[in-house]
């Protein structure tokens, strides 16, 4: 939660005044499968179904035909020879409906397809001696590098 809170009465120009919302959502990629309409956020635990469905249409111009929220509880942890025990905070889990003919899929920034496999292990050995070669100092041990 933010420490944004405004007081009632501000001396001065109003409309100087700064609206930052104490208010937070993170889209966040569903564990299990789910319709191409369902959108997963996590959201801050002061927050209702309508301040979501709200903040969804205020911010993002997007909207929702139905809301739903869960808490999921924070994992429970032994620590140092289960002499302590600590719990993680909760999570306020808010899961969005779009209409039928909306859809959302989660965009992946680093697709693992792509990955280069072009490299091979003699490429790479071979690029290392070149920077070896080239980082030589003259009379100094071979592994001493500047």
């Known amino acids: 939660m933010s420490t944004r809170w405004y007081p009632l009465y501000q001396r001065g120009n109003p409309q100087l005044r700064i609206f ?3 208010f937070w959502l993170k889209l966040v990629e569903p564990q299990h499968k789910q319709p191409k309409n369902v ?3 996590h959201c801050s635990m002061e927050m209702t179904k309508y301040d979501i469905q709200n903040y969804l249409e205020k911010i993002y111009n997007v909207n929702p035909v139905h809301v739903r929220t869960r808490i999921a509880l924070g994992k429970i942890k032994r620590l140092h020879d289960n002499k302590y025990v600590v719990k993680e905070d909760d999570i306020k889990v808010a899961y969005v409906v779009l209409a039928k003919n ?3 899929e989660f965009p992946y ?3 693992k397809d792509e990955m280069k ?4 292990f003699e490429e790479t050995k071979e690029e290392f001696q070149k920077y070896v070669e080239t980082s030589k100092e003259p009379g100094a041990p071979g592994w001493f590098r500047v």
């Open 20 to 22: 930052l919302p104490n």
């Open 39 to 41: 959108v997963q956020f």
């Open 102 to 104: 909306q859809t959302f």
């Open 109 to 111: 920034l680093f697709p």
């Open 117 to 120: 496999k072009e490299s091979t």
